[in-house]
């Protein structure tokens, strides 16, 4: 079991910069790829990061390439997404999540992800 939580979301305006965070308990951190995800009202839950258990593969949703970076820290377990040149599309609920399978690729889709924090809301103002 995994626990999640995020922190870190708030109101912001476009063009400013947020950072979330996402502690973790209850296994060995370095053994989970570590996902963002986010959620606009009344849209599908979507990807829009990941990175491998010892950091060295990342992968982001195209729309957020070049303004998002997700880094961790597996001694601290935490995940962190800095999000960068903010626009109002990028309001949302951000949720921080855990894969356990073997391969980071594997983590691709909502499905894939285990344990699931509870959610921290982002607004970016126009």
């Known amino acids: 079991q995994v626990h999640l939580v995020e922190s870190g979301g708030g109101l912001v305006q476009t063009g400013d910069s947020l950072t979330l965070s996402c502690a973790a308990s209850?296994?060995?951190?370095?053994?989970?790829?570590m996902g963002w995800f986010r959620q606009a009202p009344g849209k599908e839950r979507e990807f829009v990061a990941r990175?491998?258990?010892?950091?060295?593969?990342?992968y982001f949703l195209d729309s957020v390439k070049g303004r998002f970076t997700i880094s961790r820290d597996n001694a601290k377990s935490t995940v962190y997404l800095q999000m960068n040149s903010l626009k109002p599309e990028d309001t949302a609920v951000y949720y921080c999540a855990a894969c356990s399978k073997v391969f980071s690729a594997s983590c691709s889709s909502t499905i894939a992800y285990d344990y699931w924090g509870q959610g921290t809301q982002v607004t970016v103002s126009s």
């Open positions: 209850g296994r060995t951190f370095s053994s989970l790829t």
């Open positions: 990175i491998a258990g010892n950091g060295g593969s990342t």
